[in-house]
């Protein structure tokens, strides 16, 4: 991304043409307020709580974001810039699936009522679309491993741009050549201003009027064209495909496409049919019973080099268990009551027929390829 680069405005983080706008952003600051004693001082030890932490980095991301509307307005190379927080139409919130602004004022992508992604920001070029993240923790591994879901999600809801990534982080972040190519980094100096993190909590400074910005490359996220992308039919048409090969139980060669890899990012797991409880335990040394007679497994991506077959085990509408077996030693992880994990596993459960079942030895002729590494990260 060679056509941007940093100002000093936002290298400094400088406030001086930002900082009223800093007001207009919604702050839950009820445990905030908590932090300072009642003459307005910070209490001793507070600035180290994770509540102030996390605050930080929420304003840390809105100085970045009202500065990247600065530096869109000035910048013929930015053709469109989608609109957050108190500059979008309040009208649009009610949208419940698709590129969206939520409630929290977010760029997000939903499906079926639930965040598949959430971009810090989002802009176009003429043939490109750049995704925003901003971070302003020292250790890049967790954000780096984020940038997956969030290329791969773009490239299926714009597949005629290519999809790049802009990285704004502080002074002393690590990690930043292990970022893909496609990514562009910005380093700001560390974020320590504790005066307007003050103001903002305790509300010191009178709100001024929103500077706007109302040049028609400016955009609602609601207005914003892209290819359709349906969570759960995708999950159902991958299911069907991967069980369709004339002579193989499940056709591995199915998932080595470039298209797939972009689902695995997006999915992490892919569903590939069940075992039965009486199966299951003759292969994994698992203890317990399970609704309806039925494993679910999945081909999970474990990292860029890693698949391995994954079970899912469900007692009751809810709850949910996350198997994997691997070198004899078994791992079994409690799944969210209200995660994506839940609903999909939900969702499979009611569309398996008894041809989607799995034998013993379908499963140990699965686990043998993927350890011979037959599919790999494209």
């Known amino acids: 991304m060679q056509e941007f680069k940093i100002t000093e405005e936002i290298k400094n983080l400088d406030l001086t043409n930002i900082k009223s706008n800093l007001f207009h952003y919604r702050y839950d600051n009820k445990n905030l307020k908590d932090l300072f ?8 030890d507070s600035e180290q709580s994770p509540t102030y932490h996390s605050f930080k980095g929420e304003v840390f991301e809105n100085i ?5 509307l ?72 967790g954000l780096n491993k984020r940038l997956f879901k969030k290329s791969a999600l773009l490239k299926l809801l714009f597949p005629s741009f290519e999809i790049k990534a802009l990285i704004v982080l502080t002074q002393g972040s690590v990690g930043l050549s292990r970022f893909p190519d496609y990514c562009t980094i910005w380093i700001t100096k560390e974020f320590n201003d504790n005066e307007i993190l003050k103001q903002l909590i305790l509300k010191k400074q009178s709100k001024e009027k929103l500077i706007r910005y109302t040049d028609k490359k400016f955009i609602e996220a609601i207005n914003v064209r892209y290819k359709k992308f349906s969570y759960f039919q995708t999950l159902e048409w991958i299911l069907e495909k991967s069980r369709a090969h004339k002579t193989h139980a499940v056709d591995l060669s199915f998932f080595k496409s470039k298209k797939l890899a972009l689902y695995f990012d997006i999915f992490t797991k892919l569903y590939i049919g069940f075992m039965t409880l009486k199966d299951f335990k003759q292969i994994v040394p698992y203890e317990g019973e399970v609704k309806d007679n039925k494993v679910i497994v999945t081909i999970e991506k474990i990292n860029q080099k890693k698949f391995e077959v994954v079970y899912y085990i469900r007692l009751t509408n809810y709850k949910l268990k996350r198997v994997a077996y ?48 037959y599919i790999t990260s494209l």
Not at 64 to 68: A, F, K, R
Not at 365 to 372: P, S, V
């Open 37 to 44: 004693s009642k003459d307005g001082v910070l209490k001793e």
């Open 64 to 68: 970045i974001y009202e500065h990247l």
């Open 70 to 141: 600065r530096y869109a307005q000035s910048n013929d190379e930015i053709k469109r810039f989608i609109l957050k927080g108190p500059h979008q139409n309040k009208n649009n919130i009610f949208k419940k699936n698709g590129l969206l602004i939520d409630k929290g004022a977010q760029i997000v992508y939903k499906s079926v009522y639930k965040d598949i992604s959430e971009f810090d920001a989002l802009f176009f070029t003429k043939d490109c679309i750049y995704f925003v993240e901003m971070s302003k923790s020292k250790k890049t591994s």
């Open 326 to 373: 691997s070198k004899n030693k078994i791992t079994i992880e409690d799944k969210d009551p209200e995660g994506f994990t839940n609903k999909e596993t939900r969702f499979i459960s009611k569309i398996l027929k008894p041809e989607h079942r799995l034998l013993i030895k379908n499963i140990n002729n699965l686990n043998k390829k993927l350890e011979q590494k």
